[in-house]
């Protein structure tokens, strides 16, 4: 199985159930800006205790790994889990929304983007991609999150709003990282 195979795989089931959800990470970097390597697939979704089961039907357990229990943890507590699909090696993290304001902000500005050739998909706005990966660098300060910040603005910066960036980056406490990307940006 390739990622594309299973992001549209993902996508039919979790469409399929009604389950709000976007696409966000390298993924969506990927989207909107400059291709690289990715494992993973992340997602954010709206996820309750009465989608466990029918999540274990979409994913069965003779192809994928995917733990009840683990679901339910992170329901509890707002954070994540993993569909593995050992085959291939290929992963899926679905975020479960914190129901923040960021959180409900991100999902009124979904953009549907024609993902793959017959699918098309609920993805974050480039802007909560571009602040979701400064709050990611601000805790692990990894270069790869600044640079598929770079890749975003340098591909797809007509079509991005850094009013919407700016206004979340004060109330994120990421003022100065916003600050320091556009200066690289403008070298």
């Known amino acids: 199985m390739e990622q594309h195979d299973l992001l549209g795989y993902l996508v039919r089931c979790l469409e399929k159930l009604n389950i709000p959800y976007f696409i966000t990470g390298a993924v969506a970097c990927i989207a909107y800006g400059e291709p690289r390597f990715t494992n993973d697939i992340d997602i954010v979704a709206e996820i309750d205790d009465g989608h466990i089961a029918k999540l274990k039907e979409c ?69 909560d991609v571009i602040i979701k990966k400064m709050e990611y660098h601000k805790e692990g300060s990894s270069e790869k999150h600044i640079r598929d910040i770079l890749g975003m603005l340098k591909i797809s910066g007509e079509m991005i709003d850094p009013k919407y960036i700016s206004l979340w980056a004060k109330r994120l406490h990421l003022e100065d990282l916003w600050q320091a990307i556009q200066e690289r940006l403008s070298k």
Do not use: C, V, W
Request: proline share 4%; aromatic share 10%; net charge neutral.
């Open 59 to 127: 994913f069965p357990e003779e192809e994928y790994y995917l733990d009840s229990d683990a679901i339910r943890e992170a329901i509890r507590r707002r954070h994540q889990f993993n569909i593995i699909h050992p085959a291939s090696g290929l992963k899926i993290d679905i975020m479960i929304s914190k129901k923040d304001a960021f959180d409900k902000s991100r999902f009124s500005r979904i953009k549907r983007i024609r993902a793959l050739e017959d699918t098309e998909a609920n993805f974050a706005s480039p802007e």
